[in-house]
Each structure stands twice: as C-alpha cells, then as structure tokens.
C-alpha cells in the first residue's frame, strides 16, 4: 500500500468537480432514501404487524421502522464497497506502472466513503437489534455498557458488532492503497465482511437452514456484484471514462451471472421458507412475488442495456446516453429492490405445519439412520456452495480443453482424468452420504476432511488448471487493457504468492491447520455452526491445493524448487500428520460433545469411540497421498529428464556435435601429452 497525499498521474481528482459527480451523488443519495422508505414501509404493512401476533414485545417506533430503514442504507452501502472494488479490481485496468488509473483511484475512494457509511450504519444495527430483540426501548438499549454485554448474548448483533470492526479497517485500506495490486485484496476483505450476519438471522435457524443459508450467501453476493458494479459503471460513464466501452461489456458478463445465480438462489430460498400454495395466500408469499416482478424488470432493463447501450458505446464510445439513462432508471430501481428484500427479511415466514426434530433444528435435516454404505454413496443432499463449485470448476476445465482442441493444440488425457477425479472427489465429498452425515459424526467429518484436504487437492494439482488457462485464454495484446490470462499471470507471481509456496509457509498452513482446529478447541466450540463448517472446508481445500501445488502442481510456481525439497516437504508433514490422528486416538474427551449429544441420534451414542474412529481414519488417510505424491515425482523426475536428453539430442543435431568433438578432443590431447611424457 502507498500514501494517497498524491492522486494518481494524470488523474485531476481534486480538480474539475464537474455536475456529473453531483449528478450521482444525487443518484446515490435518492437510492438510500427509496431503499429506507421502501424497507420501512413493507414492515409497517406487513412486519410489525406479525410480530405483534407472535407475541414479541413491541420496542418503540424507532426500533421498529428505524431497524429496515439502516439495514436498508448498510445493505445498500455494503453493494456500493463491493462493486467499486470490484470496478477497480477488474473493469478498467491501471497504469503501466501497476498505479491505478483515474477511474480506478476514484473508484477505490468510493469504496472507502462507502464502507464508512457501511460501518455506521451496523454500528446502528448493534442497538437497534437488541432492542428489537428484547422488546426494550432503543434508547435504553444504546446504553455503552447494555450495547457490548448483550450483544455476546445476541447472535445477530454480535455479527454486526464484528462487521463494524472488518469494514473500518477495510475502509482505512481503501484510503490509503494506490496499486492496482491490492484492489483483489480489499474486494476479498469486502465479500469477507458481508459474511458474518449472512450466516445468522432469518435463514440461519430452522428446518433446511443449510440449504437456506448457502442459497443467502450466493445470493447476497451476487446481488452486490450486480447492484454495486451497476454504481460503480454509472458513476464511471458520468465522468465520460475512457474505457466505458470496455468497463460495460465486462460489467455485462458479472451482470448476467448474477441474474442467474439470484434467481436460483432466491427460488430455492423461498421454496425452503414456503409452499407453492401459499404464494397469494401470505403476505410473505406476496412479499416474494413482489421481489420476483423486480427482478424480471431488472433483467428486462440489463438486457436492453446489452441490446442498446453497449452497440451505441461500440459505435461511437463517447455516445453515453442510452447507457446513462437506463443505467440511473436501473439504479433506483435496484435500491428499492433491496428495501423490499429488508422487508422481506423482517417479515415471519409462514407458520412450519410440523414440528422440527432436534437434528432437523441443528443440522437442517433429519437423518435416515446409522451412515451405511449405501446411505453414503447414495443419500445425496447437494451442496449449494461446493457442489455448485465442484460443477462449474468441472465445466470451466472442459472449455478450456476443447478450446485447445478447436484450435489443434494437444492437452494430456491424464491431466484431465485428474483434475475431473478431483471435481468428483468434492462433489462426494460435500454433497453424497459423506457431506450429509459429516455435521452429525465425528468419524465422517474426518473422513470428508481428509477427501477434501489429502485426496481433491492432490488430483487439483496435477490437473494443471493455470498452465490450461495460459494456453487457452488469449493475451490481451500490445497496448491493450490487461485480461484474465494477465490477471492468472499477476496472481502467481505476485508477492503474496511467493510468500505462500515457501515450504516452510505451504507445511505449516497444511499440517499446523488440523492441530489448530481440533486440538486448539475451535472445533470444539464452533462445531453446531453452519458457517464454520463451510469455512473449514475452504481451509481444508485451499491448504491442500497451496501445499500439493507446491510439490508435485504441474502449473507454474512463483519460484523454482528443488526436487529434493519437494520430497522434504513431504517426509516432513508425514510425522505430524500420524501424530496427530494419534492424538485424536488417545483422546479420553468427546470434542463437540455437547451439539453431537443434542443431535439425540439413538445409533451414535459412543461419541468417544466415534472420534477414535475418526482418528484411525486420520493416521491412516497420511499414506495415500503418499504414494500417489512418490508416483508423481518419480513420473516429473523422469519426463524431466527426458527433455532434458531431447534438448542436448537436438542440440548437438543443430551444431553437427560440436560439444562431443570437442569432448573428444580434449581426450586425445591427454593422451597425446600423455604418451609424450612416458618417452
């Protein structure tokens, strides 16, 4: 990061504050405004209403309007930060230097005045809850010392107590970062701050809450990608950009994603929460109606956008009318949008015609019976998150392959068994038998731990999916804007990167993770929380794929390594590996106990002997990888050398054997001089 004293080169920041940035300061400002008095006024039709009914105490006025209206402006806010990180990370690319460039820079400073108004308003949010929650006034809840002891007590305002914290430091990073390098960062550390209250609240409890929860997150993130990079390029056209052009057509592509994944994500949460049938009888129902005719006109106007907007910037790319006039209709449209989904949220879902069992209520679902075979292979519940990533990583891969093939090139059939064994891997892994008996037994989470950290990776890894996107994504050319084939190239070698394949960096993020996580009691405690389930899997996913990457990846590596230090690495984790299923062996206290013995299942009541099980499946798993990491490197080892005697054969082709002549000859000479002195 670098000071931002001065702006970028050629960028005039402080200067020519022509009406166009009034124009959508205006335009912002009015979205908040509608997204508020949209929020407020579906609780008072509707939320305030049902709550009265369900006997919850009524807190005041100002909490019970006041609540959708801030959550209105934090959730509007939190798209704003994302999408102008998102613009200056991807939409317009920065100067030669790698210093962004005038719609980057402004782009970024809009970031950070976002996230300030983002982390207001959940600073509103912490009080505001707890008097929703407790039925107290709001002013007796916004007292210091009631704030910070009841919001321990408040999962939903304990989240937005630590949104606050992420999203000021995410906002003091905004205002002091000038490199282009680090926008990829700080949009990470947006999506990372929009995830604490997505995985509490209104679809975090009750029947399905997995399904709920994984269809919010996407949804949620889609619905910032969409709404905030709709700001970002508004704002961007107003100030007559240089590369609109180019900023639309990519805004395009996110645009058009994003409609897709909210409209399945937004289907399967309301199928969770409500029948077909009680659509028009509920007002939750016409709640859900309501958000649905916003989003067929929203996708009515993206694609007129694409029909009108971007043939004429094509054309002529200072006609900026078209694009200008539908994208601010669109922008207001997309604030009220996200009032109605406020209002949504505050609104009870239909009464549950049953009552859920206790594994139903902690997990989601209920449970068949005890995990045998068959059950695990074949009692599916798919996986929002990683079986959707699993598919599309699957279908990606495949493009790329026939992409090479169109155009003559040959890809290894090897490679592409791996990388496809490796998709299926994480697909059983997350979403067969295996994925849905993991929350409820100690041995199957390990099991699904070590197919996700030991098995996938491995097989991700020789998959080679970088060195398949260099070759079949084309540059971006001479004096052209950078492209995803310069972002791959960026990703590797930059400085991050180099930090984390060293060996020692790469070992202790794959082997120190399972002794943090299990034997430093953060299992233990976060164990019945969905979101930490899933944050472990990314874990297990991400260190694996760093560490095998490193060892036996065929794609290109941020630094060279020698292959003895590769076998290091290897031999290295394997003691830790077998002590630590050792450990869990050894054990003589249940780790979770507490959530597996609330699961009430009748057929796991040895909860001790279960995590035995699971420990034994740990020590053993450490001796698969093994042989498929030696295999590997034997093969490398042996096709390296192969080249290796290719080249010196076509060396020596091209210089008639100049280096053996000469090899020769020194030899003669030798035995030249040698005869010489025996005389």
């Given amino acids: 990061m670098s000071s931002v004293q001065d702006p970028p080169a050629g960028s005039d920041v402080s200067a020519n504050r022509s009406g166009s940035g009034v124009t959508f300061a205006a335009v912002t400002a009015l979205g908040g405004a509608a997204a508020a008095l949209v929020a407020a006024l579906v609780v008072a039709l509707s939320a305030a209403h049902a709550l009265t009914l369900l006997g919850i105490p009524d807190p005041g006025p100002l909490t019970t309007y006041g609540l959708p209206a801030v959550r209105a402006v934090a959730d509007l806010s939190a798209a704003l930060t994302i999408g102008s990180l998102l613009f200056a990370a991807f939409f317009v690319p920065p100067q030669e230097s790698g210093v962004l460039d005038v719609g980057g820079y402004r782009a970024l400073r809009r970031a950070g005045n976002a996230a300030l108004v983002w982390a207001g308003s959940a600073a509103l949010l912490v009080p505001l809850t707890l008097s929703d929650t407790t039925g107290q006034p709001l002013l007796k809840s916004m007292r210091p010392e009631q704030v910070w002891r009841a919001a321990d007590q408040v999962e939903v305002a304990g989240s937005w107590r630590f949104t606050v914290f992420m999203v000021l430091v995410l906002a003091v990073a905004c205002r002091v970062a000038l490199r282009w390098g680090w926008t990829p960062v700080l949009l990470l550390l947006s999506v990372l701050s929009l995830l604490p209250v997505a995985l509490t609240g209104h679809s975090s409890s009750g029947g399905a809450h997995d399904l709920a929860t994984n269809s919010l997150i996407l949804h949620l993130l889609s619905a910032c990608f969409w709404v905030g990079g709709l700001f970002a390029v508004l704002a961007y056209a107003l100030r007559d950009g240089k590369y609109t052009a180019l900023a639309v057509r990519r805004f395009s592509i996110v645009a058009t994603v994003s409609f897709v994944v909210i409209a399945i994500s937004g289907v399967i949460n309301a199928l969770v929460r409500l029948p077909v049938s009680e659509l028009l009888g509920t007002t939750y129902g016409k709640l859900v109606l309501a958000k649905t005719a916003a989003l067929i006109l929203l996708g009515v106007m993206g694609y007129l956008q694409r029909r009108n907007a971007i043939p004429d910037l094509e054309k002529d790319p200072q006609d900026r009318g078209a694009l200008i006039r539908l994208a601010g209709v669109e922008a207001l449209i997309f604030a009220a949008t996200v009032g109605l989904a406020v209002g949504l949220g505050r609104t009870p879902p239909p009464d549950q015609r049953t009552v859920p069992t206790p594994t139903e209520v902690e997990i989601g679902y209920n449970l068949a019976g005890p995990p045998t075979v068959a059950r695990l292979l074949f009692d599916w519940r798919f996986d929002l ?11 990606l891969y495949l493009r790329g392959v026939l992409r090479l093939r169109k155009r003559g090139d040959d890809w290894p059939i090897g490679r592409t068994i791996a990388w496809l064994a490796g998709c299926l891997t994480l697909l059983l892994a997350t979403s067969s038998g295996v994925g849905r008996y993991a929350p409820a037994m100690f041995s199957v989470h390990m099991a699904q731990h070590m197919m ?13 999916p970088v060195l398949l996107a260099l070759r079949a994504i084309q540059p971006a050319g001479r004096n052209q804007p950078s492209g995803v084939r310069e972002w791959i190239l960026g990703a590797v070698h930059n400085p991050v990167s180099r930090f984390l394949t060293q060996p020692v960096v790469a070992s202790v993020l794959f082997v120190g ?7 430093g009691g953060i299992f233990d405690k976060y164990v019945g929380t969905h979101g930490a389930h899933i944050l472990m899997n990314v874990h297990f ?9 490193v060892v036996i990846g065929i794609d290109p590596k941020p630094r060279p390594m020698e292959p003895l230090t590769k076998l290091g690495m290897v031999f290295g984790s394997l003691p830790f590996h077998a002590f630590f299923g050792i450990a869990l062996m050894s054990m003589d206290t249940v780790m979770g106990g507490w959530f597996y013995r609330g699961l009430g299942l009748s057929w796991n009541k040895d909860l001790l002997g279960d995590q035995h099980t699971g420990g034994s499946l740990a020590w053993a798993s450490g001796e698969v990888p093994l042989v498929v990491v030696m295999l590997a490197l034997l093969i490398q080892w042996s096709r390296s050398d192969q080249r290796l005697a290719n080249r010196l054969d076509r060396k020596a082709e091209r210089d008639d054997d100049a280096d053996l002549t000469a090899h020769n000859a020194m030899f003669a000479e030798l035995a030249r001089r040698d005869r010489e002195v025996r005389k």
């Fill in 385 to 395: 998150i990683f079986g959707t990533l699993a598919l599309v990583m699957a279908g």
């Fill in 452 to 464: 996700l950290s030991m098995l996938a990776p491995i097989l991700f890894a020789l998959g080679g």
């Fill in 513 to 519: 993770g399972f002794y943090a996580l299990y034997l």
């Fill in 541 to 549: 996913l991400l260190s694996g794929y760093l560490f095998y990457w």
